[in-house]
């Protein structure tokens, strides 16, 4: 079993900068991708970000320059750092981890809420 606790959401104005964090814990292997997904209420979930455990990184286009995915293999953590924010970044963010088998668990979610 894997399970995903992410916290860092909040509310901040537009223009300002969140860190989003994920640890993972469980049934983990060295090798997954790790990446960020959003939900807006009423909208399918959105790929945001994905990071390999080599390092390699991939990015919706919505939020590339702005927002910086990384990890740290030695904690299994993940974090998403958001600048320039907007309010359409509003949205709640959940942690996602894809096994080798591709299987894709999730948190909670953590609510990110830009003011304009």
């Known amino acids: 079993q894997v399970r995903l606790v992410e916290w860092g959401g909040g509310l901040v104005q537009a223009g300002g900068s969140l860190r989003l964090s994920c640890e993972a814990s469980?049934?983990?292997?060295?090798?997954?991708?790790m990446g960020w997904d959003r939900q807006v209420p009423g909208k399918q979930r959105e790929f945001v970000a994905t990071?390999?455990?080599?390092?390699?990184?991939v990015y919706a286009d919505s939020v590339k320059g702005r927002f910086t995915i990384s990890r740290d293999n030695a904690k299994n953590t993940v974090y998403l750092h958001m600048n320039s924010l907007k309010p359409e970044d509003s949205a709640v963010y959940y942690c996602?981890?894809?096994?080798?088998?591709?299987?894709?668990?999730w948190g909670q979610g953590t609510q990110v809420t830009v003011s304009s």
């Open positions: 469980g049934s983990i292997f060295s090798i997954n991708v």
């Open positions: 990071i390999t455990s080599g390092g390699n990184t």
């Open positions: 996602r981890l894809t096994t080798l088998r591709s299987n894709d668990y």
